[in-house]
């Protein structure tokens, strides 16, 4: 208990997250009138935006890495010996605070630049959580904390990302075209992240269990996040600068 109680800062995370303008004082945020439309036509709208579609193919394949890492990490610490509720702990701890050091970075360079900074970090981690195997048993321990100390760099943005990016989109959509179908955005990527998360854990981590492959996992991890971070460098420039100051 005395070892996960830093996790319980996690729960603050979202106040790091909103950008919004207090009401306090009698400060009022106005909205811009949008149309609604019914569910079919809401479904196509969402299907005809090509940024959208190329960013669920973008977020599916790192969300393919990212459950692949939740479902399958305890089966990974099983096989190496390693004492999971240290390392994990070391993932998760830090996140208030490294979701500082993406903020900063978003405000100066865009989302674009953070979701590739926080992917490379997380693949950086899966590699070196994959060599740390290797290591002798009395450094293992301190190298693989330090390998989750490097992922928590990743973990709190990744869960941020995945809802601004939507919402961008949906806004844009609003202001093109007078049509409010922000609850079929995230809706359609909810769908896409749960073929994912299905795909990670109950096709590839079966079929690494199956085949011995559970050591290799925090590389199939890493691949999945890097080829996100090569398509990232495809996002159109309206979502690129998004957050930038």
Same mark, same amino acid.
């Given at each position: ?14 106040? /790091? ?9 009698? @400060? ?8 609604g439309v ?15 579609? /190329? ?28 004492? $999971? ?41 899966? @590699? ?25 760099f990743a ?28 609850? $079929?955005?995230?809706? @359609? ?16 981590? @079966? ?39």
């Open positions: 208990a005395l070892i996960f109680l830093p996790l319980a800062a996690t729960m603050f995370i979202p106040l /790091f997250l909103i950008k919004e303008k207090s009401t306090k004082d009698g @400060v009022t945020v106005t909205e811009t009138q949008a149309k019914n569910v079919f036509r809401s479904f196509a709208f969402a299907f005809k935006n090509k940024h959208f579609i /190329f960013w669920l193919f973008t977020a599916s394949v790192m969300n393919f890495g990212l459950q692949l890492f939740l479902s399958g990490i305890n089966e990974f610490f099983s096989s190496s010996g390693l004492n $999971m509720a240290l390392v994990m702990a070391s993932s998760f701890a830090p996140v208030p605070f490294t979701l500082q050091i993406y903020n900063k970075l978003v405000k100066k360079k865009g989302i674009k630049f953070g979701f590739q900074y926080v992917l490379l970090m997380f693949s950086l981690g899966m @590699v070196l959580m994959f060599f740390c195997r290797k290591l002798p048993l009395e450094i293992m321990l301190p190298v693989a904390i330090g390998c989750g100390i490097i992922v928590s973990i709190g943005a990744f869960f941020s990302i995945t809802y601004t990016i939507p919402s961008q989109l949906a806004a844009e959509e609003n202001a093109r075209t007078g049509i409010c179908a922000s609850s $079929m955005y995230f809706a @359609v990527h909810g769908l896409f992240e749960g073929i994912a998360a299905g795909l990670a854990s109950g096709v590839m981590l @079966v079929w690494l269990k199956q085949n011995n492959g559970i050591p290799y996992m925090t590389l199939m991890i890493a691949a999945a996040c890097m080829s996100a971070f090569v398509l990232a460098f495809f996002l159109p420039r309206s979502i690129a600068l998004l957050g930038k100051e």
